[in-house]
């Protein structure tokens, strides 16, 4: 019940849902990299899946040849050839 009002407060101010709500904020380029911010941590990392925790449930990425480029605590940069992404 207060989470829905926190959601309809956010969108009838046009507040920015990643900052109020904790979403995570994904930036794709193309097939070859993936931006994840506001993240909670990475849970799993192979070359072929990655799972990392977000406020509200679980990130997942498959592909092939997937490597962190950039692991920080603000955001993180995987490349590879990414075939998926997925939310749990």
């Given at each position: 019940?207060?989470?829905?009002?926190?959601?309809?407060?956010?969108?009838?101010?046009?507040?920015?849902?990643?900052?109020?709500?904790?979403?995570?904020?994904?930036?794709?380029?193309?097939?070859?990299?993936?931006?994840?911010?506001?993240?909670?941590?990475?849970?799993?990392?192979?070359?072929?899946?990655?799972?990392?925790?977000?406020?509200?449930?679980?990130?997942?990425i498959?592909?092939?040849?997937?490597?962190i480029?950039?692991?920080?605590?603000?955001?993180?940069?995987?490349?590879?050839?990414?075939?998926?992404?997925?939310?749990?």
């Amino acid at each position: 019940m207060v989470w829905e009002s926190k959601r309809t407060a956010v969108s009838a101010l046009g507040l920015p849902r990643d900052v109020i709500l904790g979403d995570a904020l994904i930036s794709l380029v193309g097939s070859c990299q993936v931006n994840i911010e506001n993240y909670r941590g990475l849970l799993f990392y192979t070359d072929t899946l990655v799972r990392i925790r977000a406020r509200n449930g679980q990130i997942v990425i498959r592909g092939e040849a997937l490597c962190i480029e950039r692991y920080t605590a603000e955001e993180m940069m995987l490349t590879g050839r990414i075939h998926a992404l997925e939310f749990c």
